[in-house]
């Protein structure tokens, strides 16, 4: 199903490559809006969600 969604787009989907999963957490936090699916990878889960919740504050 993403896929698909990602196939019927007119504009690709943004890849960018961060030097720390941190930074790149950071940073994708900032640039998504409302409406918008941000997609994080991870093979350190506890790290990420805590990268989430010091975003959020």
């Not at 961060?18 to 790290?47: F, R, S, W, Y």
């Amino acid at each position: 199903m993403l896929m698909d969604g990602i196939a019927q787009n007119e504009i690709p989907p943004l890849v960018l490559t961060m030097p720390g999963e941190n930074q790149a957490i950071e940073h994708a936090l900032k640039m998504i809006g409302e409406g918008d699916l941000c997609l994080l990878i991870t093979d350190d889960v506890p790290t990420a969600i805590g990268a989430i919740e010091r975003f959020r504050g």
